[in-house]
């Protein structure tokens, strides 16, 4: 593959100006300077967050706000806005924003990045900072009867929480219509778990069978993990939870992202050796996850369950087996380790290399009786052609990654664009579909699981023949982590839903200050609406299923 970087394809932009031009650029409005470890951080009044983010996404480039962290310090509250560039993932800049412990307020991001809107509700939420201007604030993965802020210091961990019957009332009482003189009607569906997704409750209104406006309810498997992660050491604790943010099989590609993070933090080395086992072992998951998607869509719009479901769960088993065989389980797998993995490959090698190959060998077979099953079905065509369509300016507006971008024509992978692991040492494309419909988003997945099996079958030639003296599965990491106080950084993996972010701030202790997840399915789900409206119920439902997403990874 190309090893060139945005910033020298022909197509791109200029590059994007360095720190102090952006200093520059951004004059008065920086009070103070920051050095995170993946960007520069500027300091900004909390009147400015419109202005500042403005100009950092029309003159400077930043047109990926891929996430917002909030946090309470002793002394003081903070918003970080994480802005990248779709063109260039590795320019980075972070925007800090401060608040004043007493009365926690800033201006909200939204009018500049819609995606703002749902990664501000949960700043809200779980911190307790307001943000004027937001078109919506209020809770969104906890009832709206919670008391407190679970992330907030003085947060009373021993307080009982009731949620009131009222909680759930019918909000469309006895006749089903909205309050107002209308033809419209509201349509709860949900909360249930649909297929193999998770809880979810889509509120639509309807006009007839058209969708006038949908709005996604999350929150119904809420296990603040982002507070376990922070009551974990570093180097033994926290791995195992990656794995249940998403439990359609990418859990090695969840791990990956948590170390990263780690090794970035802490500036751990990782061998060669086991980079090459992590990109194979990653891009199994990736696969598996894929075939539960494109399966549990078949399910979803065409009710096929006993042909393309089972087919699917078929290929799942054998990508199963194999990383049983490696991991020592099916699901929750925890074999990565800071600096590396837990183990070399099973022994004897060759029966290892053997099954997979096996399994390589079958797919482009398999594959195309999926295209038969799906693609080439005249039901999905009908369902999916023209329906829930995402372009590409809209897609990034509300921070889309993944399948879900690329389907919209946007060529946006972090495999490639800010590489990790050895993905730039190896032979494969990024795959794009250009019409941004849920037909689209279903071939890039389709797509997607042939360049995994290139990239596989290159790291099976590459341990096959790799010097038995040289194979370190793991570097020498301390037996405890203590990063320096204040240090902080935000990275990410290209996981199967998209961008799978953490950010990290260390207080010199074993355990980290502040842990926040950003989940791509998050980001994702929050442009159904654009997807959604104007079209009929059955094309939500085909938009939604086109999304891939898991509620455990949204709602975390």
Same mark, same amino acid.
């Given at each position: 593959?190309?090893?060139?970087?945005p910033?020298?394809r022909?197509?791109s932009d200029?590059p994007?100006a360095?720190?102090?031009e952006l200093?520059?650029?951004?004059g008065?409005?920086?009070?103070?300077?920051e050095?995170?470890?993946?960007?520069p951080?500027y300091v900004?009044r909390p009147?400015?967050?419109?202005d500042v983010?403005?100009?950092?996404?029309?003159e400077?480039?930043?047109?990926h706000?891929?996430c917002?962290t909030?946090q309470e310090?002793?002394?003081?509250y903070?918003?970080?806005y994480h802005?990248?560039a779709y063109?260039?993932p590795t320019r980075e800049?972070?925007?800090?924003v401060?608040?004043?412990?007493d009365?926690p307020?800033?201006?909200?991001?939204?009018p500049?990045?819609r995606?703002?809107?749902w990664?501000?509700?949960?700043?809200y939420?779980?911190?307790g900072?307001?943000?004027d201007?937001?078109?919506?604030?209020?809770?969104i993965?906890?009832p709206?009867?919670w008391t407190?802020h679970?992330?907030?210091?003085?947060?009373?961990?021993?307080?009982?929480?009731?949620?009131?019957?009222?909680e759930?009332?019918?909000p469309l009482?006895?006749d089903?219509?909205a309050?107002?003189?209308?033809?419209?009607m509201?349509?709860n569906?949900?909360?249930?778990?649909?297929?193999?997704?998770?809880?979810?409750?889509?509120?639509a209104?309807?006009?007839?069978?058209?969708?006038?406006?949908?709005?996604?309810d999350i929150?119904?498997?809420?296990?603040c993990?982002?507070?376990?992660?922070q009551?974990?050491t570093?180097r033994h604790q926290?791995m195992?939870y990656?794995d249940?943010?998403?439990?359609?099989?990418?859990?090695?590609l969840?791990?990956?992202?948590?170390a990263?993070?780690a090794?970035?933090?802490?500036?751990?080395?990782?061998p060669?050796y086991?980079?090459?086992?992590?990109t194979?072992?990653?891009e199994?998951?990736?696969?598996?996850?894929?075939l539960l998607?494109?399966?549990?869509?078949a399910l979803?719009?065409?009710?096929d369950f006993t042909a393309t479901?089972?087919?699917?769960?078929?290929?799942?088993?054998?990508v199963q087996?194999?990383?049983?065989?490696l991991?020592?389980?099916?699901?929750?797998f925890?074999?990565?380790?800071?600096?590396?993995?837990?183990?070399?490959?099973?022994?004897?090698?060759?029966e290892?290399?053997?099954?997979t190959?096996?399994f390589l060998e079958?797919?482009?077979?398999r594959?195309a009786?999926?295209h038969?099953l799906?693609?080439?079905?005249?039901?999905?065509?009908?369902?999916?052609?023209d329906t829930?369509v995402?372009?590409p300016?809209v897609?990034?507006?509300?921070g889309?990654?993944?399948?879900?971008?690329r389907g919209?024509?946007v060529?946006?992978d972090?495999r490639?664009?800010?590489?990790y692991?050895?993905? #730039?040492?190896? +032979?494969?494309?990024v795959?794009?579909q250009?019409? $941004?419909?849920? *037909?689209?988003? /279903? @071939?890039?997945?389709?797509r997607?699981?042939?360049?995994?099996?290139?990239?596989?079958?290159?790291?099976?030639?590459?341990l096959?023949?790799w010097?038995e003296a040289d194979?370190?599965?793991q570097?020498?990491?301390?037996r405890?982590?203590?990063?320096?106080?204040?240090?902080e950084?935000y990275t990410?993996v290209e996981?199967?839903?998209?961008?799978?972010?953490i950010?990290?701030?260390a #207080?010199?202790? +074993?355990e980290?200050?502040?842990?926040?997840?950003? $989940?791509?399915? *998050?980001?994702? /789900? @929050?442009?159904?609406?654009?997807?959604?409206?104007g079209?009929?119920?059955?094309?939500?439902i085909?938009?939604?299923?086109s999304?891939d997403?898991?509620m455990?990874?949204?709602?975390?």
């Amino acid at each position: 593959m190309s090893t060139q970087t945005p910033a020298e394809r022909p197509d791109s932009d200029d590059p994007i100006a360095p720190p102090d031009e952006l200093a520059e650029l951004l004059g008065d409005r920086v009070i103070g300077r920051e050095e995170h470890l993946n960007a520069p951080g500027y300091v900004i009044r909390p009147d400015a967050v419109q202005d500042v983010l403005s100009t950092l996404k029309n003159e400077a480039g930043y047109d990926h706000l891929s996430c917002v962290t909030a946090q309470e310090y002793e002394n003081r509250y903070e918003s970080i806005y994480h802005l990248k560039a779709y063109d260039d993932p590795t320019r980075e800049v972070s925007v800090v924003v401060p608040a004043d412990t007493d009365a926690p307020r800033s201006e909200s991001a939204e009018p500049v990045f819609r995606t703002a809107d749902w990664h501000e509700r949960e700043a809200y939420d779980l911190i307790g900072i307001e943000y004027d201007d937001h078109p919506d604030l209020r809770r969104i993965l906890l009832p709206e009867t919670w008391t407190g802020h679970p992330l907030s210091l003085d947060y009373d961990r021993t307080r009982p929480q009731i949620v009131r019957y009222d909680e759930n009332a019918n909000p469309l009482e006895s006749d089903t219509r909205a309050e107002r003189d209308t033809d419209t009607m509201m349509l709860n569906i949900g909360p249930h778990h649909p297929a193999t997704h998770g809880v979810m409750h889509l509120e639509a209104t309807l006009d007839g069978e058209q969708v006038v406006d949908v709005e996604p309810d999350i929150g119904y498997i809420h296990r603040c993990e982002e507070q376990m992660c922070q009551n974990g050491t570093y180097r033994h604790q926290i791995m195992p939870y990656p794995d249940r943010w998403d439990w359609g099989g990418a859990g090695l590609l969840n791990e990956w992202a948590y170390a990263r993070v780690a090794e970035t933090l802490a500036d751990i080395g990782v061998p060669e050796y086991a980079q090459v086992v992590r990109t194979m072992s990653a891009e199994l998951s990736r696969i598996l996850s894929h075939l539960l998607a494109v399966g549990a869509y078949a399910l979803d719009v065409a009710g096929d369950f006993t042909a393309t479901f089972m087919y699917a769960i078929t290929e799942r088993e054998t990508v199963q087996n194999i990383l049983e065989d490696l991991t020592g389980q099916r699901l929750m797998f925890n074999y990565f380790r800071l600096g590396g993995v837990a183990w070399d490959l099973p022994e004897p090698r060759e029966e290892f290399f053997e099954k997979t190959r096996d399994f390589l060998e079958e797919l482009p077979r398999r594959l195309a009786e999926f295209h038969d099953l799906l693609t080439g079905n005249e039901i999905i065509q009908i369902r999916t052609v023209d329906t829930g369509v995402l372009p590409p300016e809209v897609a990034k507006d509300y921070g889309c990654t993944g399948p879900v971008l690329r389907g919209s024509g946007v060529d946006y992978d972090l495999r490639r664009d800010d590489p990790y692991g050895y993905y #730039d040492e190896l +032979d494969w494309n990024v795959v794009t579909q250009e019409s $941004g419909d849920n *037909f689209a988003r /279903l @071939q890039v997945r389709l797509r997607e699981m042939e360049e995994s099996a290139k990239i596989i079958e290159q790291c099976l030639d590459l341990l096959e023949g790799w010097p038995e003296a040289d194979r370190s599965v793991q570097a020498n990491v301390p037996r405890t982590i203590k990063p320096d106080d204040d240090t902080e950084v935000y990275t990410a993996v290209e996981a199967a839903k998209g961008e799978l972010g953490i950010y990290v701030r260390a #207080d010199g202790t +074993d355990e980290p200050a502040r842990f926040k997840i950003r $989940g791509p399915s *998050f980001s994702n /789900l @929050q442009a159904l609406p654009e997807m959604a409206e104007g079209e009929h119920v059955p094309d939500l439902i085909a938009s939604l299923g086109s999304l891939d997403t898991i509620m455990g990874e949204v709602d975390r």
